[in-house]
């Protein structure tokens, strides 16, 4: 048997496959009833290493469903393995790193209370929202990014002009990162959110990007907002194509229809969250961050 077990959670079935077959680890499945009053059983499927297992389960919607699937997988694997390494691919409650408003409870930090109870002794992570929510952790945690990887995709492509845009300031070094790689330019939008109706706002007055194709570079999409928002203005100022790349695609309820009837020809996104835009494969980049 392998030194390696990979225990892969429903929520990253493909993802844990792919990983599996990089690291030459060991797979086990994972076998999930979920009862009608929404708790999960889960049945293990293979033999779990005795030095290592890593465990991969994303958390995106039912979040907490899969989360409590996360930490019971690292609890099985912990009564089995010497060490546990935790992939996350798309960290939940991510976005609740501190207390914007007052009472608010900043949920990463109970969630690094519960991965280090539950036994793992790494978690890494995928372009989390802010780096912020690592430091709630006390057990060792590393992000890598799937930024290389979607500019690599998007380096293939046939494109006008191309200049990169992030559709808020604090996703300037984001962008930047993808412009490099791809060896173009970038420019950052201001954006503005409603902290308590989540209504987003472009504040930026004028760009120039007549004639050009852009790439709108996000970590995440939920309701679609930003990016919808962002494309009405670029249209505005007459640009050609809007493609959006992004590491998490939540595309939460109707976010996908949104964001084509907005204008946006393409949406590209990682394999953190499966989907139909999860097309750029990110195994080979947490690979490294394991062996
Ligand atoms: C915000 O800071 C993030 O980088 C994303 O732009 C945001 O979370 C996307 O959310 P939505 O799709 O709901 O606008």
Not at 36 to 59: A, C, F, Y
Not at 120 to 134: N, P, Q, Y
Not at 208 to 214: E, H, K, N, P, S
Not at 261 to 269: E, N
């Given at each position: 048997m392998s030194k390696l077990s990979v225990i892969c959670g429903k929520a990253s079935e493909d993802l844990g496959r792919k990983l599996a077959r990089k690291i030459k680890a060991n797979l086990?499945?994972?076998?999930?009833?979920?009862?009608?009053?929404?708790?999960?059983?889960?049945?293990?499927?293979?033999?779990?290493?005795?030095?290592?297992?890593?465990?991969?389960?994303?958390?995106?919607?039912?979040?907490?469903?899969?989360?409590?699937?996360?930490?019971?997988?690292?609890?099985?694997?912990?009564?089995?393995?010497?060490?546990v390494v935790v992939v996350i691919p798309y960290m939940g409650y991510a976005r609740q790193d501190r207390e914007f408003l007052?009472?608010?409870?900043?949920?990463?930090?109970?969630?690094?209370?519960?991965?280090?109870?539950?036994?793992?002794?790494?978690?890494?992570?995928?372009?989390?929202?802010?780096?912020?929510?690592?430091?709630?952790?006390?057990?060792?945690?590393?992000?890598v990014s799937a930024v290389p990887d979607l500019a690599r995709f998007f380096k293939k492509m046939s494109l006008k002009n191309p200049l990169v845009v992030s559709p808020d300031q604090g996703g300037k070094e984001r962008a930047k990162a993808f412009a490099k790689e791809m060896g173009i330019e970038f420019i950052a939008l201001q954006k503005k959110r409603d902290r308590k109706t989540g209504k987003v706002q472009i504040k930026t007055k004028q760009v120039?990007?007549?004639?050009?194709?852009?790439i709108l570079v996000d970590d995440m999409i939920s309701t679609g907002g930003s990016i919808v928002n962002a494309t009405k203005f670029l249209k505005k100022?007459?640009?050609?194509?809007?493609?959006?790349?992004?590491?998490?695609?939540?595309?939460?309820?109707?976010?996908?229809?949104?964001?084509?009837?907005?204008?946006?020809?393409?949406?590209?996104?990682?394999n953190t969250i499966p989907g139909n835009t999860s097309i750029v494969d990110v195994s080979n980049t947490i690979a490294k961050a394991i062996v």
């Open positions: 086990v499945k994972s076998e999930v009833r979920v009862f009608p009053d929404g708790e999960s059983k889960i049945t293990l499927k293979g033999n779990i290493s005795k030095s290592k297992s890593i465990v991969v389960q994303s958390i995106y919607p039912p979040v907490d469903t899969n989360l409590i699937q996360a930490l019971s997988l690292i609890s099985k694997a912990k009564e089995n393995s010497s060490k007052p009472g608010e409870i900043v949920t990463m930090k109970v969630l690094a209370k519960l991965f280090k109870g539950a036994g793992a002794s790494k978690v890494i992570v995928v372009d989390i929202h802010s780096l912020i929510g690592l430091k709630s952790f006390t057990i060792r945690t590393e992000n120039d990007v007549i004639g050009r194709d852009l100022e007459k640009c050609k194509r809007v493609f959006v790349a992004c590491t998490h695609a939540l595309l939460m309820n109707d976010a996908e229809k949104k964001i084509k009837k907005s204008g946006v020809t393409k949406i590209i996104s990682a």
